[in-house]
């Protein structure tokens, strides 16, 4: 006895959920892409410069709220010289003013769901 | 019982010992008490096997034939493509552990090469040096080792150390069958000559007389004649047991050691009083005289030509169905392998008991059956007239026996009958018993006297547990339905626990059950008088304490 | 020395990723190339290995049998540790690989002075074991999310229940400390386990120490050394779809963990990491017990030499006829 149809038929099926993305991708022809976001609407530089702030933005904002929230330490001197508010409403936001072609295109493309707008509002020209 | 053996709390003190290079040096101190003969040239040449010679294992020089290692790794080769389980088993260990002390030979000795994961590694520890590409350019960082003759010796030592009660596979994540494995090194070591007396010679009798203790036709009827006699000085009444006779409805097989050995002769005594009581139309055969198959431990093939004289032997005398007698791998050999290798059995029908007319279906294609299962239907059927008191003298315990617990699940068969003609039955801790039981220690071959030392050992869970029941519960008598744990229990209870014997089920039904104008029995079976009365009474104190 | 083999070559492995890619900025070796190649050995290695295990028949119905047979129909059988039908045996085989039912009956023994012996549960294997695959398979499916665009809200479900306490920034997720910590257990009882120790190999502490450096890797740029994880999906991506690019503003912590992951994945066919897939075609576990009821094929089965009732008989006649025994021919 060799069960081969069996054995076959649960390879082809291992084979078919583990290759999953190679075919998902195929089907929406979506993938290789990184999102396009939009440029700052104003001013020249951020807080920290953009490879620091793709990868570690969140560990800035959560540095920001403790300062603000805890300690009270409403402002930040950059090296630069100029003095920015800890805020994301008042001082992200206000150069990157446009969530849904700023944050959430990345956020969507990776499926991470922050809650900061738990709180916070969102800007503007966004209806929710 | 030779005189090096060590006294029982010296043997029972195990340490674990792993040698200081490593499992992957190979190494094995022939020691007295721990190995069993080579098989005789003789009964090589019998049987068709290569390089018949006398040799010992002691020998330095094993007089392998030339080129033996080509033999053995084509050998291997050869039953990869074989055996899927081969390659499975050697393919997916990942040494988890989980078997290690679950063997009855580690757990007794300590030697780490009786942990199932090592026993095998012997062997694959070859097929990475020489199947593996990782193997081969890696060598021992892989975990590959030479066919060496050092490392063949070990493969003697140890694949002769394991009684392939698969209860490792119980535990195994992956099932693994370190009894699939032994298996097989034993073929490949059979390749070249490698085999045991114990094992070769039983073979070669059953070969040509049709049992394994070589008993000729006409000692086999003196033997059930004498029985017979027997019965009627107990019982008063003449049961018939016919030999050879054709036209019969069943034939029925038994281990040779039940009319030749004690204390299997009183299961035989069972087996003839029921079937006399129930009028049952079957017959014995000489030539089938042997239920048992030693060829289980020694090859494949060796086991398909010893079977095939059952189906041959029911055919010629035309009987309707195969009933089988209490035995371990005998039973593995019959639910196992029978009907795959000399099968199909058309020309017999599908058994029903003629008693109570329940069909065995679990049996349709097989067509055979086991004399618990048959007894069992019996006593539920309330068909026999059962005097269980007449067993009081006896506590009893039941011994699962490897083959019935792990290779068919026979559980409650032997119990129900058990519970019906015995009323003082106790279990054995529940780790011990039914698919967790322990092997007798001494099966597959090795129950020999010069490999006592392993016997003893092996045995020690057994016995241990048997000890605790009989300290507990006053148990002194083991029950069990193989004729290698009839034949290995006596000398290991003797050392380990004396005071508890060792008898069969059919023993007790025998016992109990009242015959149609029998004489009121002054003894048991075994020839022992009753005495009621002080039994009962250290009973009661026992059960209450 | 097993263990001091096994770490070095994972060290050496590290070191050669970053040196590779640090140093010597082959990113597109290490982004790509050897990305497609070790998938391309996992895939080929995988079926090969299979497709050799189903070449080679099942000659015997031999399943180890836990538990009350099918027999007379008023016992009642155990129908997952001892099945009778298929349907049984598809239970059992759950169990199996789904709660690892085998380990789950592992004792331990011990022979105390006396000799008495002592048998206690031991479930700690099986506990460790079960907690290092299911994180395992949690954590691998979590990743889809950064192999498939747009992603399927199912797969964010999973990730949602894993960082349920929503402890931490980003969110700990439950699998990472777990398959951490179940690792370094299997690992440790390999160490302080006599007979563990006894028994290992090289390639059972290369397979955790490889297992520990993907996890650790994975935890250590999920939490510390954070990196562009939109240029890392675009680079996974690419890849899984044929367009492979390697974006730049991608830290060398991304490439030591792709390359851990690429030598797993080359690695697995060959090791006894197949185990995966081989507990499905295990003989003693994947077969019903009906071997009375229903005959077993054997594909090689061959005649055998045999010893006839006519030759025994030739041999016994005499004997038989002085004892009275019917005989064939007088």
Known sequence: MRDNGKIYLGLTIFLILITFPIWYNLATGKAGYAPELEKAVKGEDCVRDSAYMSANHMDLLNEWRDQVVRDGERFELLSNGTTVERSLSNTCLDCHANKDKFCDRCHGFLGVDPYCWDCHVIPGDHTP | ?545 | MTILISFVTIVMLILLVMAGVGVGGWRVLFGTVIPYAAIATFLLGFIYRVTLWARSPVPFRIPTTCGQQKSLDWIKPSRLDNPHTGLGVVGRMALEVLFFRSLFRNTRSEVREGPRLVYSADKWLWAAGLAFHWSFLIIFLRHFKYFAEPIPAWLLTIEHLDGFFQVGLPVVLATDLIIVAALTFLFLRRVVDPRLRYISLVADHFALFLLLGVALSGVYMRYFAKTDITRVKELATGLLSFQPVVPDGIGLVFFVHLFLVSVLLAYFPFSKLMHMAGIFLSPCRNMANNNRARRHINPWNYPVKVHTYEEYEDEFRDVMKAAELPVEKD
């Open chain 2, 1 to 545: 019982m030779a005189e090096a053996i060590k006294k029982p709390e010296e043997l029972g003190r195990v340490q674990f010992q792993p040698s200081r290079k490593g499992w992957m040096d190979p190494h094995v101190d022939f020691r007295r008490g721990t190995w069993n003969y080579a098989a005789v040239a003789e009964t090589l040449r019998y049987l068709d096997q290569p390089n018949p010679r006398k040799w010992s294992p002691v020998d330095d020089d094993w007089k392998l034939p030339e080129g033996w290692e080509k033999i053995i790794l084509e050998g291997l080769r050869d039953r990869l493509k074989h055996y899927r389980s081969l390659q499975i088993f050697i393919d997916t260990c990942v040494r988890c552990g989980a078997c290690a002390d679950k063997c009855h030979f580690f757990i007794g000795s300590g030697d780490p090469k009786n942990m199932p994961v090592l026993r095998a590694e012997l062997l694959r520890s070859v097929y990475r040096n020489d199947f593996t590409t990782a193997g081969k350019i890696l060598g021992k960082i892989a975990g590959g080792r030479k066919l060496t003759v050092d490392v063949l010796k070990e493969w003697f030592y140890y694949f002769y150390q394991c009684t392939e009660c698969r209860r490792c596979s119980v535990f195994c994540p992956y099932g693994i069958d370190t009894a699939e494995v032994t298996m097989m090194a034993r073929e490949l070591m059979n390749l070249v000559g490698l085999s045991i007396e114990w094992i070769n010679t039983p073979l070669s009798n059953c070969y040509r007389t049709g049992n394994h203790l070589g008993v000729q036709p006409h000692g086999f009827k003196d033997s059930i004649d004498f029985a017979v006699d027997e019965l009627e000085e107990l019982t008063g009444v003449r049961v018939d047991a016919p030999i050879n006779k054709k036209g019969t409805e069943i034939l029925f097989v038994a281990p040779s050691a039940d009319y030749f050995a004690s204390p299997h002769y009183y299961t035989l005594l069972g087996y003839l009083l029921l079937f006399h009581e129930i009028g049952l139309d079957y017959t014995w055969s000489t030539y089938a005289s042997e239920g048992g198959n030693f060829g289980l431990f020694h090859s494949a093939e060796m086991m398909k030509r010893l079977n095939s004289k059952i189906y041959m032997e029911a055919k010629r005398l035309g009987v309707k169905w195969i009933l089988g007698g209490e035995c371990g791998h005998m039973w593995r050999v019959m639910h196992q392998y029978m009907d795959t290798m000399n099968g199909p059995a058309d020309f017999l029908e599908v058994p029903r008991s003629p008693v109570t007319g329940t069909r065995f279906d679990h049996a349709a294609s097989t067509k055979m059956v086991h004399i618990t299962e048959f007894t069992a239907d019996l006593i539920h059927h309330n068909k026999l007239k059962l005097d269980p008191s007449r067993n009081d003298h006896w506590r009893v315990t039941f011994h699962d026996s490897c083959n019935p617990a792990r290779a068919m699940g026979w559980i409650e068969e032997p119990r129900h009958i058990i519970r019906a003609v015995c009323n003082h039955f106790r279990e054995m801790p529940e780790n011990t018993i039914k698919e967790q039981t322990f092997c007798c220690g001494s099966g597959s071959g090795i129950g020999t006297d010069e490999n006592m030392e392993v016997r003893l050992r092996g045995g020690l869970p057994r016995a241990n547990a048997v000890k605790f029941v009989h300290e507990n519960y006053g148990v002194n008598l083991l029950l069990c339905i193989c004729a290698i744990d009839k034949a290995t229990l006596p000398p290991l209870l003797e050392y380990w626990v004396p005071g508890v014997e060792v008898g069969g089920v059919h023993e007790m039904v025998g016992n109990a059950l009242i015959l149609k104008g029998e004489n009121e029995r002054a003894t048991d079976l075994r020839g022992q008088p009753y005495e009621p009365e002080q039994v009962e009474a250290e009973e009661t104190e026992k059960t209450h304490a």
